[in-house]
């Protein structure tokens, strides 16, 4: 079993920038993927980015590259989305995912095994 707690939400002004952590208790293995989804009021919930976790691969939702930046420490359990140029579109709740097998289908939600209980992101303009 592993278990996800993210953290780093809040407000911010548009243009600025946020960095969003997901601590993974429990064991990690090389097969993982870890993704970051995201959640607006009233709409489904859609992938943001993912990382291998061996390997660190990276994939990205293609209206975010450039902006956003996955990445994860081994040795911490830790996985980061760093956010900027942040706007107001942006505003929702963060959720970590992971996924023990590394399915192919990472953009997809139904493709995670554990979710975290999310963190809210709010740009104001």
């Known amino acids: 079993q592993v278990q996800l707690v993210e953290s780093g939400g809040g407000l911010v002004q548009a243009g600025g920038s946020l960095r969003l952590s997901c601590a993974a208790s429990g064991r990690i293995s090389s097969t993982y993927t870890m993704a970051w989804f995201r959640q607006e009021a009233g709409k489904e919930r859609e992938f943001v980015a993912a990382?291998?976790?061996?390997?660190?691969?990276?994939y990205y939702a293609d209206s975010l590259k450039g902006r956003f930046t996955i990445s994860r420490d081994n040795a911490k359990n830790t996985v980061y989305l760093q956010m900027d140029s942040l706007k107001p579109e942006d505003t929702a709740v963060y959720y970590c995912?992971?996924?023990?097998?590394?399915?192919?289908?990472?953009?997809?939600?139904?493709?995670?095994?554990?979710w975290g209980q999310g963190t809210q992101v709010t740009v104001s303009s």
């Open positions: 995912a992971a996924d023990r097998w590394g399915s192919a289908n990472r953009y997809r939600k139904n493709s995670y095994d554990y």
């Open positions: 990382v291998t976790w061996n390997g660190g691969s990276t």
